[in-house]
């Protein structure tokens, strides 16, 4: 179960907020941002934001910020830290040591804490709250520069790098040194197929690799070959807290295009037309047309 593998990976010889620092950064490298909760209808989005789990017993990989404020309580009432889970119409967590209240909120945002720490990033929303009031509840942190250098120090002290990953700055070594071997007869999809290759062989959550890719892309393409790629999504809905989504990232032009698609549990792979036709017999549902894909009628 998850409580228990982190609770028995904390070192002793760390203080409450290194112990605070360190279960959030092990919860994030463990869980990745649900499919689910952006891709239901409006009743069963506020069931899930209100779903209530056991965290001594929960072992699902995907979380939504409710579910994760629980699991990340639960872990810091373990060690007595004194905290609470403030729910709106978004969950984190306050948590408070010495008379300071902080702030812990790994799910909030589009590029959440969790994607950060799944490739190492530095964290946006672990710190001391902005508003000290006790009345004021609040995901806003006060990260001055003392703060952020004393956080760099205990990350330091539980291993967790706040550089890329070995394998980004590889990556990115590879780019900037002109090291990749790309077909200069089609460059933009000679740079797709580099990028996906390389993803297909990381851990991440669907959300979470979506951001890798966006940040790979950034550094790989010019703004001109950055507006011929798209991306759509497909998904099927199979009830209540039951999502299939897939992303189709396509690149072209002139009727002639490419399709790469990335789903949760499986790497990414070049598909062609009918196989993108069979998703849509399949019942999967696209957010928006498909360019170089001719339906046929009885699939509109």
């Known amino acids: ?8 990976s904390v070192p002793s010889n760390l203080n409450k907020f290194e112990i605070a620092r360190f279960l959030y ?7 990745s941002f649900s499919t689910v909760i952006n ?36 872990l810091l009432s373990h060690f007595k830290i004194n905290n609470k889970i403030v729910k709106y119409w978004h ?4 948590f408070f040591i010495d008379g300071k209240k902080y702030v812990a909120d790994a799910t909030f945002g589009r590029y959440s804490d969790l994607s950060r720490i799944h490739y190492h990033d530095k964290t946006s929303f672990f710190g001391p709250c902005f508003y000290q009031e006790k009345y004021i509840d609040s995901n806003v942190v006060d ?11 205990i990350d330091k002290k539980i291993n967790y790098s706040t550089i890329k990953t070995d394998e980004f700055k590889k990556l990115l070594n590879y780019i900037r040194n002109h090291k990749i071997n790309i077909d200069s007869s089609n460059n933009i999809i000679s740079k797709l197929e580099f990028i996906f290759s390389f993803v297909g062989q990381l851990s991440f959550g669907y959300y979470e690799s979506k951001e890798f890719i966006y940040e790979l892309e950034k550094n790989i393409f010019t703004k001109e070959e950055l507006s011929k790629i798209g991306s759509i999504e497909f998904k099927k809905i199979n009830g209540f807290n039951k999502i299939d989504i897939i992303q189709c990232i ?5 009727g002639c295009y490419n399709y790469y698609i990335l789903c949760p549990t499986f ?6 037309n009918d196989e993108i036709l069979s998703l849509l017999s399949n019942g999967f549902i696209p957010n928006k047309k498909m360019p170089g894909i001719n339906i046929p009628g009885k699939m509109k």
Do not use: H
């Not at 899930?48 to 994760?68: G, R």
């Not at 790497?267 to 062609?272: E, L």
């Open 91 to 94: 969950s984190y967590v306050n």
């Open 1 to 8: 179960m998850l409580y228990d593998l982190i609770i028995n």
């Open 39 to 74: 891709n239901t209808d409006t009743n069963n989005f506020y069931r899930l934001l209100n779903l209530e789990v056991d965290p001594y017993t929960f072992n699902e990989i995907e979380v939504n910020c409710y579910t994760w404020a629980q699991l990340y309580s639960a």
């Open 143 to 153: 990260c001055d520069r003392y703060f952020s250098f004393i956080l760099d120090k």
């Open 25 to 31: 950064i092990r919860l994030g490298s463990l869980v």
């Open 250 to 254: 396509y690149t072209g032009f002139n």
């Open 267 to 272: 790497p990414i792979k070049s598909v062609t």
